[in-house]
């Protein structure tokens, strides 16, 4: 039985979500009143991340910029069950799942001015998606429960050092089939396998055995981790490194090989403001927000003249799967269902 969220836990998280709320409404209120100026952002970047870039946005612009900020796996039934009246401009999503979406016409195709000098690597050739950021698998482990709990063993340096049966119904992670978070892990897995899925989904079954908790966002495993309730947990580096820097006792751990993906925005097809959208994606990919995006999201730039975050580590310190973010895309429907159904989520 999977366990559930102790009461000092649920008052934690009760706190942020009416910070959030609070948050998403002040958005809301800055409507400038001039018909189809505002622009609508659905993103599964952090809220307070996502809120700020709005403001910016809306400062140097004088458009608004409406955030509705929900898990990735959220958002993309939110967009498909939208389609034909769509009320997003724009869409936070992985490099990945933009080619299913384009073949359901539900994004649009468009060449950013703001791409031009971008490494061929995060420039789609057919103009769907637009980098902004790459972002790292992760795990975070609690030290004082890791000490105590962990049979005198060193913290896990790979994912396979986590399948110890000390650590049953110990782990935390996001549900895959809801979290964009929890199924770059699975994918992750895949590829760290070579693509041989049989050998992943052994792995994942052993994973699975002592996992205690499904989260439905990829923000929770980081929270859950750092107030106790679980000994580890499966999250984005920027999760895990806010969490960190508030003075938790989270050690961060890049396990050997992790996935790294590419994250960035499309328009939407349909949109109600589709120039409006357009700027706004293309002004996400200047200088000035990519600095603020690796800044406030502790993410890997896409641009060149962007630096890195104090204390993030070098990707060329970092050994990573061979990430492929097509095939990440077009399995997701069928091992999120795999997986659901294997596990019984």
Known sequence: MRNRLSRSTLA??????????????????????????????????PEDAARRLAEAYEKESGVDVKVLRQSAGELLSRIKAESGDPAADV?????????????????????????????????DPDGYWHANEMILIMLGVNAERWEKEAGGR??????????IPELKGKLVMPNP?????????????????????????????????????????????????????????????????????????????????????????????GAPNPEGGQRFIEWLQGKEA???????????????????PEGAKSLGDLELVDYDPVRAGEMRKKVSTEYADRYKL
């Not at 869409?91 to 490494?119: Q, W």
């Not at 603020?292 to 962007?306: E, G, N």
Request: glycine share 12%; net charge negative.
């Open 12 to 45: 934690v998280l009760a706190a942020a979500l009416l910070v959030a709320s609070g948050l998403s409404a002040c958005g809301a209120d800055g409507d400038s009143g001039e018909p189809g100026k505002a622009v609508t952002w659905y993103t599964p970047m």
């Open 91 to 123: 869409l936070g999503l992985a490099s990945g799942d933009a080619g299913p979406l384009a073949k359901e016409r539900l994004i649009k195709s468009f060449k950013s001015t703001a791409a031009a000098g971008l490494d061929g690597r995060f420039v």
């Open 154 to 163: 060193a913290l896990p340096q790979t994912w396979d050092d986590l399948l």
């Open 177 to 269: 089939t809801l979290s964009g978070t929890g199924y770059t892990f699975v994918a992750t897995q895949i590829f760290r396998f070579g693509g041989d899925e049989a050998a992943a989904w052994r792995y994942l079954d052993g994973f699975n055995a002592l996992v205690g908790q499904y989260t439905d966002s990829g923000g929770a495993p980081s929270q859950l981790v750092a107030t106790g309730e679980y000994v580890a947990g499966v999250s984005f580096a920027h999760d895990l490194l806010n969490v960190s820097d508030a003075g938790f006792p989270v050690e961060l751990v890049y396990p050997k090989p992790t996935g790294l993906v590419i994250s960035g925005n499309a328009l939407v097809e």
């Open 290 to 308: 990519s600095q603020m995006i690796v800044d406030l999201v502790h993410s890997y730039p896409v641009r060149t003249d962007v630096t890195l």
